[in-house]
């Protein structure tokens, strides 16, 4: 019995465009709950020295505008804050800027994840010595790890100014949310950091890059635990490895995703406008004013949205890709085709030329 051929791999760029599609269509849905965990790990409570409990004690007037005076208890007391004092709109303060960074650190990310696997894929051939059609093993989950961790660090330093604005934007006071994508990069360049402002947090970046590392370090590790070597996908099924990838990549990084919006995030008031340096700084500062479990605030719209986003996101990208292989397998076809009856006419040219080049 004749092995079934292997289907031809996506470039690049077809399987960057299917991320980043996937990415925005996920991000879209649930941008609310971004929202709330956005504002939800930029907040500080503070610890009664009299009670073990913790406590939100608001800012005092003279440090802040009534607005930044907003604290919430959970997702639910954010969203209806929100809908209360901004409406609907609110829900989806800084959806352009977001969708913008999302698409480019998905593509990006889907780019250079394609590219450190086939050349990763080519050195274990060569290593190996298997021929162009022998099946590779699959690699070990410390490789995957370290395939998705190169790829997202490649990616965070051309996307991460995107991020910086989305998040400034997010938790802006509600007399500057209408600052557009432009405008609120220039007040980021203006700041005492100058245009390295734009690259804050990016250690913290570097850092994170350990998230999307596991998440499809895990997904393709638990493809093949549940699917075996099966090279297409159910739409449940990709939504089902992407939601459990998410959530225990998220569960494994959330304190340094606290300590990343706090850096790119404007500084509570209670530091009087210096800004945090480092995430190490960011977290002892949580830990000091809310405790330890303050450095997970926010998991459940953290745990929530990456489920939702990376669900939906391998499922889209998914389909995206088997529409993309389609496109290119009829492309092909019709090259062929025209390219047989370019040989067809010369061969016949040729022909008809033979009896006048022997008179």
């Given at each position: 019995m004749s092995a079934k051929p292997m289907p031809r791999p996506l470039p690049p760029w077809g399987s960057a465009v299917a991320g980043a599609t996937g990415a925005v269509l996920a991000n879209a849905m649930v941008y609310p709950l971004d929202i709330v965990k956005t504002r939800l790990q930029v907040q500080i409570k503070h610890r009664p020295s009299s009670s073990s409990s913790t406590t939100i004690v608001p800012p005092t007037p003279s440090t802040t505008s009534p607005e930044e005076a907003e604290h919430y208890t959970s997702t639910l007391d954010a969203l209806s804050k929100i809908l209360s004092s901004d409406g609907l709109p609110g829900l989806y303060s800084g959806l352009s800027s977001s969708l913008l960074g999302v698409a480019s650190t998905n593509f990006a990310y889907f780019y250079w994840y394609s590219i450190v696997r086939t050349l990763y894929s080519s050195y274990q051939r060569r290593h190996l010595s298997l021929a162009l059609s022998a099946p590779l093993p699959p690699p070990s989950t410390a490789i995957e790890l370290s395939l998705g961790a190169l790829a997202g660090a490649i990616a965070q330093v051309f996307t991460i100014p995107v991020a910086v604005i989305t998040t400034r934007q997010q938790t802006a006071?509600?007399?500057?949310?209408?600052?557009?994508?432009?405008?609120?990069?220039?007040?980021?360049?203006?700041?005492?950091?100058?245009?390295?402002?734009?690259?804050?947090?990016?250690?913290?970046?570097?850092?994170?890059?350990?998230?999307?590392?596991?998440?499809?370090?895990?997904?393709?590790?638990?493809?093949?635990?549940?699917?075996?070597?099966?090279?297409?996908?159910?739409?449940?099924?990709?939504?089902?490895?992407?939601?459990?990838?998410?959530?225990?990549?998220?569960?494994?990084?959330?304190?340094?995703?606290?300590?990343?919006?706090?850096?790119?995030?404007?500084?509570?008031?209670?530091?009087?406008?210096?800004?945090?340096?480092?995430?190490?700084?960011?977290?002892?500062?949580?830990?000091?004013?809310?405790?330890l479990f303050a450095l997970f605030k926010g998991i459940g719209p953290q745990i929530t949205?990456?489920?939702?986003?990376?669900?939906?996101?391998?499922?889209?990208?998914?389909?995206?890709?088997?529409?993309?292989?389609?496109?290119?397998?009829?492309?092909?076809?019709?090259?062929?085709?025209?390219?047989?009856?370019?040989?067809?006419?010369?061969?016949?040219?040729?022909?008809?030329?033979?009896?006048?080049?022997?008179k």
């Open positions: 006071s509600r007399r500057e949310r209408k600052k557009g994508l432009v405008e609120t990069g220039r007040e980021v360049v203006e700041s005492e950091d100058g245009w390295t402002g734009l690259w804050r947090g990016l250690k913290a970046s570097l850092v994170l890059v350990v998230n999307p590392a596991i998440t499809y370090g895990a997904y393709e590790r638990l493809r093949i635990v549940f699917f075996g070597t099966r090279t297409r996908l159910r739409p449940w099924e990709a939504f089902f490895l992407g939601a459990l990838s998410k959530s225990l990549a998220t569960l494994a990084t959330q304190p340094l995703i606290v300590a990343k919006v706090g850096l790119q995030s404007r500084p509570p008031p209670s530091r009087n406008g210096k800004p945090f340096k480092t995430f190490g700084e960011v977290m002892a500062f949580v830990v000091h004013h809310e405790g949205k990456g489920l939702l986003v990376q669900g939906v996101l391998m499922m889209v990208k998914e389909r995206v890709e088997i529409l993309f292989s389609l496109l290119f397998a009829y492309v092909r076809t019709i090259r062929a085709a025209k390219l047989q009856q370019a040989a067809e006419m010369a061969a016949s040219r040729a022909k008809m030329a033979v009896p006048v080049l022997t």
